[in-house]
Each structure stands twice: as structure tokens, then as C-alpha cells.
């Protein structure tokens, strides 16, 4: 069986590691991708024994004769992956059938990418789960609310005693602070989605203007634009206050770097090709990082740090980032954060046309 390049050129524009072999472990093809974490040539990787390319080769010859057997649609393991004067790659190995007898085709995922993968699915179901927890939670709220507070006017009437007048008045307070919050909770879920032409620069501009305004020393906004990036259609006020939400969070923590005169935080730009978040492959995304010098989300709420009311530090509401999360999905897109002391990055990613 001689390789026909040019029915498998498609996978050049894959980010994954793809490889089409013969039954017998011979290789028809190999992408770009899989050149790259090689550093093999296409032509040496092909007519190779591919196999052994791999640290354990009979698992995968195994896995050609199960397939070319039809015992399976599809199987999956986890391997390593030999490179030239590099080390070995960790990789997920899928091996599938053609439609075409004895020629299989094997996708290698990169561990590293496939854990990246199932942390972005699952902020997605977190984040809709959230929403409707959210909704739910805060018209259950709203009603008795509005009940106590209309009780709580009505004896404050019948009250002759300023002491007593006194214990209503809180209830009326604490009333009025909980319809704030609920209000807050369902702020995102009213407000229309008005799409037009946005520039992330100049969102990220009034972000900029806004927190230095309220921090006006010892901390530097630092820009790292790449102002190649395209305008594209959303909805502009949503995305400053998703920026404006991480920004001030940063800034909120930096507290005893900017009473020391050296807080910093960075926005940096950039444009991604052929990437895939949120279970969809896009071919250009936006990329906007939101940098600081802080001293990190702590261990204990890593992984909820988009659950609302969950927060880092007293006093806050816990709103915040879960705010912006949902801002950013409605624009299809998803934020991400990698935080060790010194360096937390909030990474914000939106599909471009």
C-alpha cells in the first residue's frame, strides 16, 4: 500500500500528533505536528516501524493487530512517546480504524494538553451549574426577603419605643444588604447581551484608567499588546467588567507590594491559531492575560476560585470571578487561572472571526 499525502493533508492543521500506519506498524503519514514533537522529518517518520517509536512498541503493535481484527472502534492508552536528544513525551494514545482496510490512524495527545482539555470542560459544566444554582438560589431569596422587610416596616409603624425602633431598623438594613446581593447574583442573567464591534485594547485601556485612578501609587499596569489582533463582535461593557473583575481582584491582593511601591500587573495580548478550548476547535482565539506579582490564590481554593461566594480574602463577595467566567462564556470563550506565589495568571480566551 503506497501513502496518498494528499488525502491526509487535513491533519497538517491539527494541533494533535496524528500518524496513519499500515496493520503491520509501517508509517503512511505523519502531520506536522508530530515532525515538531519528534524532531524527525516527515520523510524519516514515514516508511518507518512506528512502533518503535515508543518506549513500550508492543503495546501499540498489539493494539495494530486488535484493530486490523476489528476487535475494537477505537482504544485508548497512555504512552511515551521517544524524541531525537529530547526526553520522551508523555502522550494519550488514541488508535482508531480507517474506512480504508488495514490502515489505522493513531492521535497522540499530549498529557499535559489532555489534562488542560478535561479542566476546560469541566469549568464549562461548573460554570452552567453555577448559573442555574445562581438563578434559582436568588429568586427563592427574593421573594420571602421582600416579606420580612415589608413585615419589619409595618411594626416599626406600631412601635412607640425609639429602642425598639432600633432592632427593625436593622432588620430593614440587613433586608436592603441581602437584595443588593441578590441583585448582584442576577445581574448577568437580566442585563441583555448588546453585541458590536469591540477592540480588546481599548477594553483593556478603561481597565487600566479605572484601577489607576483607585490605585493611583505604588502599582504599574504594565501593556504587552500585540495590536495585530482583529476587532470582533461582543458585547463591550461585559467584557471591561469581566477585565475590570480580575484586574481589581490583582489589585485587591497586591496590597503590601503596592504599600512597598512595587506591585505590578501585566496585560499582554496575543493571538492563538488552530487552538481548542471549550470543546470546540477555533481557528484564531484571543488571548488576554491578566498578570500580578501577588501572593497567589491560596492551595485550599484553587479549585473553586469560580464557585460564587467563594473568596480569597475578608470581606469579599466571592462574585467576582465567578461574574467574570460567565461574561466570558457568553462571548463563547473561557478564563483560566495558574497561580504559584509571586505570579498569578488569569488567562482570558475568546474565539476572533
Do not use: W
Not at 524519516?44 to 512502533?51: A, K, L, N, T
Amino acid at each position: 500500500m503506497t501513502p496518498n499525502p494528499s488525502r491526509f493533508l487535513a491533519f497538517d492543521l491539527l494541533a494533535t500528533l496524528v500518524a496513519v500506519v499500515r496493520s503491520d506498524g509501517v508509517a503512511l503519514f505523519a502531520n506536522a505536528a508530530l515532525e515538531d514533537a519528534m524532531g524527525q522529518s516527515r520523510r524519516s517518520i514515514e516508511g518507518s516501524h512506528f512502533p518503535d517509536s515508543f518506549a513500550q512498541p508492543q503495546v501499540l503493535s498489539s493494539a495494530l493487530t486488535s484493530a486490523n481484527d476489528n476487535e475494537f472502534a477505537a482504544l485508548r492508552y497512555d504512552a511515551m512517546l521517544l524524541r531525537q536528544q529530547r526526553e520522551p513525551l508523555p502522550v494519550h494514545v488514541i488508535v482508531a480504524q480507517t474506512e480504508r482496510p488495514g490502515e489505522i490512524i493513531i492521535e497522540m495527545l499530549p498529557l499535559e494538553a489532555q489534562a488542560r482539555q478535561d479542566r476546560e470542560e469541566r469549568l464549562i459544566d461548573q460554570a452552567q451549574a453555577n448559573k442555574e444554582l445562581i438563578r434559582n438560589l436568588a429568586h427563592e431569596i427574593k421573594n420571602p426577603l421582600g416579606g420580612i422587610r415589608g413585615a419589619a416596616q409595618l411594626l416599626e409603624m406600631e412601635m412607640d419605643s425609639p429602642e425598639m425602633t432600633e432592632y427593625t431598623q436593622v432588620i430593614i438594613r440587613e433586608a436592603d444588604r441581602l437584595q443588593t446581593l441578590v441583585d448582584r447574583l442576577l445581574a448577568p442573567h437580566r442585563r441583555p447581551h448588546v453585541v458590536g464591534d469591540v477592540n480588546i485594547h481599548e477594553v483593556c485601556e478603561r481597565v487600566r484608567s479605572l484601577i489607576l485612578a483607585e490605585f493611583p501609587k505604588g502599582l504599574k499596569v504594565v501593556r504587552d499588546y500585540d495590536t495585530s489582533i482583529p476587532e470582533f463582535r461582543g458585547d463591550r461593557e461585559q467584557l471591561i467588567q469581566a477585565v475590570l473583575n480580575l484586574t481589581h481582584n490583582a489589585a485587591q491582593v497586591l496590597g503590601e507590594r503596592i504599600a512597598a511601591g512595587d506591585a505590578e500587573i501585566i496585560f499582554r495580548t496575543r493571538v492563538l491559531r488552530q487552538v481548542t478550548f471549550g470543546k470546540q476547535r477555533y481557528r484564531l482565539a484571543l488571548e488576554l492575560h491578566v498578570i500580578d506579582n501577588g501572593p497567589g490564590v491560596p492551595d485550599s481554593i484553587k479549585d473553586r476560585i469560580f464557585y460564587p461566594l467563594v473568596s480569597g480574602r475578608e470581606g469579599g463577595s466571592g462574585l467576582g470571578l465567578t461574574l467574570a467566567q460567565t461574561f466570558v462564556q457568553q462571548h463563547h470563550g473561557l478564563i483560566e487561572c495558574d497561580s504559584v506565589p509571586g505570579r498569578t495568571d488569569f488567562k482570558l480566551l475568546i474565539p476572533l472571526p
